[in-house]
C-alpha cells in the first residue's frame, strides 16, 4: 500500500510480478502513508474502519486492477478493490483457475500482466491458431525457445486429440459419375423425307398390247 499512497514512482522491480501503471490513477493515491495505512489495513472487527476503506474504494476508477495487484503478489491482509482478507480468500484459493479474459486481451495489447496459468493457456492457443511463430510466443512469455516450443507443440497435440475425440466429420469425396450415364444424347436431326419420284413411263407401256394382226 505505501507504494500505491506515496507519489513517488513504484519501484521498478514490482514490473515483474504485475502491472502497476494504475497505482497514480488509485483514489488512495497521495494520502499520507500511516493514514492509508490506519484506513486500509483495520483491525478484523473494526467496522467502521472497514466501511471508511471500502467507500474509498467505492468510487476508485481502478479498483479492479486494485484487487488484481493483490491477488497476484499474494497481498492476504488489509483492504485492496473494496475487499476485505475474508471476502478475497475465495479468489486467492481459486486464482491459477481465474480466466478473465480483460486481462488476456491487456496481454495482447503490451501491458505487464501476471498471468493465471488459465489465462496463459489461452494465450498459447491463441498463439497456435494464428501461426505465431516460436520466437514470438518467448518474447511475449518471457520463457526459453525451446520452452515456447513444447508449448505450441503441445497446443497442436490437444487440438489434434479434441478433433480425433469428437469425430470431426471429413471432407466428402466428390463421386466419380460413370461417363456413360452421363454423357447425354446428341441430338438427331429430325429425318427429313425425300420426295419419292415416280417412275417415268411412256406411252407405250401403259397402253394393252393388242393381238397381232
Known amino acids: 500500500m505505501r507504494h500505491i499512497t506515496t507519489h513517488d514512482a513504484p519501484a521498478t522491480g514490482l514490473r515483474s510480478i504485475g502491472d502497476t501503471s494504475w497505482h497514480t ?30 467507500e474509498l474504494c467505492g468510487w476508485c476508477p481502478v479498483r ?11 497481498l492476504k491482509e488489509g483492504v485492496w478493490g473494496g475487499l476485505t482478507e475474508a471476502e478475497r480468500r475465495p479468489w486467492h484459493d481459486g486464482l491459477p483457475q481465474r480466466l478473465d479474459y480483460s486481462r488476456v486481451i491487456a496481454f495482447f495489447n503490451g501491458r505487464d500482466v501476471h498471468l493465471t496459468e488459465s489465462e496463459r493457456q489461452v494465450v498459447i492457443n491463441h498463439a497456435y491458431v494464428r501461426g505465431w ?21 503441445q497446443a497442436a497435440l490437444k487440438v489434434f486429440d479434441r478433433d480425433r475425440t469428437l469425430g470431426v466429420p471429413r471432407r466428402k469425396k466428390k463421386r466419380t459419375q460413370n461417363p456413360r450415364a452421363t454423357r447425354r444424347p446428341t ?4 429425318e427429313t423425307k425425300q420426295p419419292v419420284s415416280s417412275p417415268v413411263t411412256s406411252p407405250s407401256t401403259g397402253a394393252p398390247l393388242g393381238k397381232a394382226a
Open 25 to 54: 490513477r488509485g483514489a488512495c493515491h497521495g494520502m499520507d502513508v500511516e493514514d492509508a495505512d490506519a484506513v486500509f489495513f483495520p483491525l478484523p472487527r473494526d467496522h467502521e474502519a472497514i466501511a471508511e476503506a471500502k
Open 64 to 74: 479492479r486492477d486494485c484487487l488484481n495487484y493483490a491477488l497476484e503478489n499474494g
Open 133 to 153: 511463430h516460436t520466437d514470438r510466443l518467448a518474447a511475449a512469455l518471457q520463457i526459453g525457445h525451446k520452452h515456447a516450443r513444447d508449448l505450441l507443440r
Open 187 to 190: 441430338p438427331t436431326k429430325p
